[in-house]
């Protein structure tokens, strides 16, 4: 689970990092969409981020990887040494290019017209060496530091001459994967093998990470008297990346540990949150809004 989880987290600092370079390319040409998940061929392909021109599009493949990276083509490797030792990855080269062809195949699929697409993977960590095979030339070409961002966009730029999409085209492109995307949203509990009551509920302290106790329209911890007024929303954040976005009152109740079903409707009533069912005791909360 640790480990997982900081390979999200590197994933998800590297994307965070590559906004600082996205502010340079021209906004009024280039549509940014990132963090797609669409089903093609039975199978699902992910894109980091895709920069949609009227001229060409631009598929990304981030990695924020540490250490020395060595591009193999002789067996389609990445090879990583850092502190850890050696590791093998697959080559994100031959990753994004998969995905070009998925997004080729679904943009055909949807008529839209037939638009170049070029692919980079881009290296994050400004401290990681890259190096490859004398041979692999598409190393050479395709992989970036993220300060070569813009300069390959110029080059795209100047490259194709010719615009193909319309602007109506190009939101139309947008419009069509954010209605095809699945988020990867997994059964955390069954996946790690958690049963539910081995939880630690409740609303815990922002300061000390003991549980707080609901006095007089306040959170107050029991060790260090620390008060909120919301800490329930980040215990409901909880609930809902971890165990369902969907919540009743009761199980609101239970999960908060409230003395009341009163005291939960009054809370997930204060948060304005839209929900199913007509009175109180069928009413489904939907907590969406809280991790999106």
């Known amino acids: 689970m640790e480990g997982n989880l900081a390979k999200y987290i590197a994933g998800h600092n590297g ?54 990276l060595f591009f193999d083509d002789k067996y389609g490797q990445l090879i990583r040494t850092s502190s850890k030792g050696r590791e093998i990855f697959e080559d994100p080269i031959q990753q994004v290019k998969r995905q070009s062809f998925h997004l080729t195949q679904v943009l055909e699929q949807h008529k839209i017209p037939k638009i170049p697409i070029e692919t980079l993977v881009v ?45 109506k085209e190009r939101k139309k492109i947008k419009k069509l994967l954010m209605k095809l995307n699945e988020p990867y949203n997994p059964d955390i509990l069954s996946y790690y093998g958690i049963d539910k009551s081995e939880l630690i509920t409740g609303v815990l302290c ?57 005291q939960a409707y009054y809370l997930l009533n204060s948060l304005n949150l839209p929900y199913t069912g007509t009175s109180k005791r069928t009413r489904i909360y939907h907590l969406d809004s809280l991790i999106t």
């Open 123 to 167: 290296i994050t960590n400004p401290r990681t060496f890259v190096d490859s095979s004398e041979s692999y030339k598409n190393a050479l070409k395709l992989v970036i530091k993220s300060p070569m961002l813009l300069s390959k966009y110029e080059e795209f730029n100047a490259q194709y001459k010719k615009d193909v999409l319309l602007m």
């Open 206 to 262: 922002s300061k000390c990470n003991t549980q707080m106790n609901r006095i007089n329209a306040n959170w107050e911890c029991a060790a260090c008297f620390h008060t909120s007024k919301t800490a329930h929303v980040g215990a409901l954040r909880d609930y809902a990346l971890i165990i369902s976005t969907d919540i009743s009152n009761k199980e609101c109740k239970d999960f908060l540990h409230l003395s009341t079903s009163m």
């Open 15 to 68: 994307e965070k990092s590559l906004q600082y370079f996205y502010r340079y390319l021209p906004k009024q040409e280039a549509n940014i969409i990132q963090n797609i998940r669409i089903k093609h061929m039975d199978f699902f392909f992910q894109i980091d981020t895709l920069i949609i021109t009227s001229k060409f599009l631009i598929l990304l493949e981030i990695k924020n990887y540490t250490g020395d």
